[in-house]
């Protein structure tokens, strides 16, 4: 027994030991955290260039190492607590048998001696003295009998507090795998994105900046067009038959999805804002056999699909492994005929919009809106002007 309580003291001062050690390590490590989480918020109050926005990468791209290498420790630590605790356990669990033992076999003996009465007890002692001694040894037993039950119950009582918190342990070393998945996730996207903008800029200021004035005008008229329509977040709004599918960007279901992650387009980048050319390519896409495709998936999509790192889609992406690309080309009921297109429209001063133009039936385009609601199979004509598309895209897939 004394065995056992000198290994749960190991364990305990081994634990210590070790806490001490990772808690400088953890220190440093929440230093470096904090002074890249300040660079990253210095850099981003800069003026916007190719190299300020390749150092706010590089410094993401660093900070997000470090928070892997910071939930490597945690997990790391907690599975070694797990270990020590199940250690302890499994001590504590033959110790806890060993009293149970003791418990089972002197309980049998008690019970007889107090069987005897005081009485009886008299008659059998040959003096007084020894009556007394004979009483006092039964309540020695009995004190004894006493504290080894409350050691036993004490044991118990040990045994289950450290498995509740090696389970515990065990729910939050789950959290922390989840949290690791999506840091690696997140570090990929970063370092694809970084890549990304090298490679569409071919590491250019001037085409840097022009790629982004483009960029951000035409969000800033999708979100414009948004606006100026009003309305919130809708319910269910899929509607889908023998034509494919149909899809609203302002559909609960993804509506505040952020496209590209992004921030920067005079408010969120959701798809309820600035989502109608993702959302029209969706439903192409489903037209087209690709059911799996939903907005959400080309929002969340690789970096490379969007220009210089903004939430505006590129004429060629790929989702879920399937190249999607657009061609342009020119409004017409032979354009239409055999193939959806996306057109462009311009809303007056109220920005720019995108739908799907599916075909055309007795003299008028028919249409699917992502932003009206419910807005499947209507007439172009009830709702814009021809005049007022401005580009008009072929898919190909």
Not at 336 to 352: C, E, L, S
Request: contains cysteine; charged residues 20%; glycine residues 6%.
């Amino acid at each position: 027994m004394k065995r056992a309580v000198a290994a749960v003291l190991l364990v305990v001062c081994s634990l210590f030991v070790r806490s001490v050690i990772r808690a400088q390590n953890v220190d440093d490590l929440n230093r470096q955290i904090e002074q890249y989480q300040q660079k990253i918020s210095d850099l981003q109050g800069q003026a916007e260039t190719l190299s300020s926005e390749i150092q706010l990468l590089d410094s993401r791209i660093t900070l997000t190492t470090l928070k892997i290498t910071a939930t490597r420790n945690q997990i790391a630590k907690l599975t070694g607590e797990i270990s020590d605790l199940s250690t302890q356990i499994d001590t504590l669990e033959n110790l806890k048998t060993e009293r149970l033992k003791l418990v089972l076999h002197r309980v049998p003996e008690t019970y007889k001696r107090m069987v005897a009465p005081d009485f009886g007890l008299l008659l059998l002692s040959p003096d007084f003295t020894r009556f007394m001694l004979g009483v006092k040894y039964l309540s020695s037993v009995q004190a004894e009998d006493t504290k080894l039950y409350e050691q036993f119950q004490l044991t118990q009582n040990d045994y289950t507090a450290m498995k509740d918190l090696r389970e515990e342990k065990k729910s939050q070393q789950v959290a922390l795998n989840e949290e690791l998945v999506a840091e690696t996730t997140q570090l990929d996207r970063q370092k694809k994105e970084k890549q990304s903008l090298l490679t569409q800029t071919k590491n250019d200021e001037a085409t840097y900046q022009s790629l982004l004035a483009q960029a951000r005008a035409q969000l800033a008229s999708f979100a414009s067009f948004a606006a100026s329509q009003g309305g919130g977040i809708l319910g269910a709004q899929t509607h889908c038959d023998g034509w494919g599918c149909y899809y609203n960007q302002r559909d609960g279901q993804w509506a505040n999805t952020l496209i590209n992650g992004r921030n920067d387009c005079n408010g969120p980048c959701s798809l309820a804002r600035v989502g109608c050319l993702i959302t029209s390519v969706a439903m192409v896409a489903s037209h087209m056999g690709h059911t799996d495709i939903l907005p959400s998936d080309i929002a969340v999509s690789d970096p490379n699909n969007f220009s210089v790192g903004t939430a505006m889609l590129r004429y060629t992406i790929s989702v879920k492994g399937v190249t999607i690309t657009r061609i342009g080309t020119s409004l017409s009921p032979d354009t239409v005929k055999d193939q959806p297109v996306i057109a462009g429209i311009r809303y007056g001063p109220f920005g720019t919009h995108f739908v799907v133009i599916k075909s055309y039936t007795d003299g008028r385009y028919i249409m699917d809106d992502p932003y009206q609601e419910n807005g499947y199979d209507k007439v172009f004509t009830d709702s814009y002007s021809l005049g007022s598309v401005f580009e008009v895209d072929q898919v190909s897939i």
